[in-house]
């Protein structure tokens, strides 16, 4: 190494100068390349949410009583965040008028919308979203199918990072109405500009089918390697209800599983706890 000689004079403020230009030129490609939140002084971290999808056959369980008490208590058992809930009903004749999103809201303790499908028995009939985190923008897509189908759609307020929750239910008859509808979503969660989405719902297909292929295009499954039979609910032989996120990237999947509840509906409920990875803002 070459040895630098400085007058007396000269010395202090050279080697300053050198010191400054020296930790500034190494500092500056490790700022380049980290994102914005990196330097906040208080930078997030990544944040869980639990996640429960049921099919709740309008409270019916397979001893043919309508329970909603029970659906609660299925739910409350392991403490979701959100719940995507379909086959709900809405003041129908068939359960006694009863406001069945309002109702479970009422004995979990969380909020709910309820999203039409159909009228149906004086009523109407469709899919429900539950939850103990803030929402809004909340929206209600119809879907094609034989009989008509939606995706209900809200924001929830997950600071530092918003992101979509959907709850589905798509035509279990016709392959080619469940693969439009497929499409559909995935144009909708496509128009947020990337923003973090989960997906839950009764998507009748197995997951090898064309439907789930169409899905994965976008969204990624929570699954880690177990079988997650949900249907039919007494002994369980295939997966038709799903919990889906995207972009893969921004999500981090800690836990999945199927609840081992075979009375209160026709379909067990499936559950996922996923880490919300902060993201640039």
Same mark, same amino acid.
């Given at each position: 190494m070459?040895? %630098?000689?400085f007058?007396?004079h000269? /010395?202090?403020m050279r080697?300053t100068?050198l010191?400054i230009?020296f930790f ?5 490609p ?5 994102p914005? #939140?990196?330097?906040h ?5 990544a944040?869980? @949410?639990?996640?429960l ?6 409270g019916? +369980?397979?001893?043919g009583k309508?329970d909603?008490?029970r !659906?609660?208590?299925? !739910?409350?058992a392991v403490?979701p965040d959100? %719940?995507a809930?379909q086959? %709900?009903d809405s003041?129908t @004749?068939?359960?006694?008028g009863v406001?069945?999103?309002a ?6 303790g969380?909020?709910?919308y309820f999203?039409?499908t159909?009228? *149906?028995?004086?009523?109407?009939y +469709?899919n429900?979203?539950?939850s /103990?985190l803030?929402?809004?923008? !909340? ?5 094609? +199918?034989?009989?008509?189908?939606a ?5 929830v ?7 979509l929750?959907?709850?589905t239910?798509?035509?279990n ?8 509808s497929a499409?559909?979503?995935?144009k909708? @969660?496509?128009?947020?500009? /990337?923003?973090?989405?989960i997906l ?5 297909e197995i997951?090898y089918g064309?439907t ?5 295009? @976008? #969204?990624t ?6 079988s997650l ?9 295939r997966?038709?209800d799903y919990i889906l *996120?995207?972009?893969r990237?921004r #999500? ?8 081992d509840e075979s ?5 067990r409920p499936?559950m996922a %706890?996923?880490e919300l990875k902060? +993201?640039?803002?």
């Amino acid at each position: 190494m070459a040895t %630098v000689f400085f007058s007396a004079h000269q /010395k202090p403020m050279r080697l300053t100068r050198l010191l400054i230009l020296f930790f500034t030129l190494a500092a500056l490609p490790a700022c380049h390349l980290l994102p914005d #939140w990196a330097n906040h002084p208080n930078p997030p971290k990544a944040k869980q @949410v639990r996640v429960l999808c049921y099919n709740i056959h309008h409270g019916e +369980g397979t001893d043919g009583k309508i329970d909603l008490e029970r !659906i609660a208590g299925v !739910i409350k058992a392991v403490n979701p965040d959100l %719940v995507a809930l379909q086959e %709900v009903d809405s003041v129908t @004749v068939r359960t006694n008028g009863v406001d069945q999103a309002a109702e479970l809201a009422r004995l979990t303790g969380m909020k709910a919308y309820f999203g039409r499908t159909i009228d *149906f028995q004086g009523g109407k009939y +469709g899919n429900a979203i539950l939850s /103990k985190l803030p929402f809004s923008q !909340i929206r209600n897509f119809p879907l094609p +199918g034989r009989e008509p189908r939606a995706v209900l759609t809200a924001e929830v307020d997950f600071a530092p990072t918003p992101f979509l929750f959907m709850s589905t239910h798509l035509d279990n008859a016709i392959a080619a109405n469940r693969l439009i509808s497929a499409d559909s979503i995935n144009k909708i @969660v496509s128009r947020e500009a /990337k923003k973090p989405a989960i997906l839950a719902g009764d998507l009748n297909e197995i997951p090898y089918g064309p439907t789930l292929g169409k899905f994965r295009e @976008v #969204w990624t499954e929570a699954y880690l390697g177990d079988s997650l039979f949900t249907f039919p609910v007494a002994t369980p032989n295939r997966q038709i209800d799903y919990i889906l *996120f995207t972009p893969r990237e921004r #999500w981090r999947l800690v836990e999945v599983k199927v609840l081992d509840e075979s009375i209160a509906s026709d379909h067990r409920p499936i559950m996922a %706890v996923l880490e919300l990875k902060p +993201g640039e803002y």
